[in-house]
């Protein structure tokens, strides 16, 4: 198994060695980020929003993510590991981004860059920047978005 490396904002990320599933860890004592608020914006997440947003994250796009433990760090608490299929491909253009996400009934918001609203169906999508989608057969796959239901935003 690969060494740990940072992975933005919510985790340290590494892959196992056939490099078909990639393993997540939230730094200890975080849980991600979350978005209660339009005008707030990104804040730090519970453990049960992380693992709310997670079990969004699956029913809206491809089930590529598996809650697979709690990991509890000497000197920075607990965290939560997850693992996920590793997507193999490009990362989309934000053209790319902007065409699937608007394919798909989502329209954006303009109080925020990369955030994405579908009423019809409740959800806010947050933080669906580029780098977090993966090119699948010329699709592009989110892996690792912020997804929030309507009615959580104040």
């Known amino acids: 198994m690969s060494q740990a490396s940072l992975g933005g904002l ?4 590494w892959k196992d060695g ?30 049960l929003e992380y693992l709310i947003r997670w079990s969004h994250h699956n029913a809206l796009f491809p089930p590529i993510t598996r809650i697979t433990g709690v990991l509890r760090e000497a000197r920075d608490g607990l965290a939560i590991l997850i693992e996920q299929d590793a997507l193999l491909g490009d990362l989309p253009s934000e053209d790319e981004v902007a065409e699937f996400m608007r394919s798909a009934g989502y329209s954006p918001l303009a109080q925020h860059r990369f955030a994405w609203q579908n009423r019809d169906i409740g959800f806010t999508l947050f933080d669906a920047r580029p780098a977090n989608f993966v090119n699948v057969s010329g699709v592009p796959i989110p892996f690792d978005l912020i997804v929030v239901p309507v009615e959580n935003l104040r």
């Open 10 to 13: 919510e985790h340290y990320v």
């Open 18 to 47: 056939a490099e078909d599933v990639v393993r997540k860890f939230t730094y200890g004592g975080a849980f991600g980020r979350t978005v209660r608020s339009i005008e707030q914006g990104l804040v730090p997440a519970t453990p």
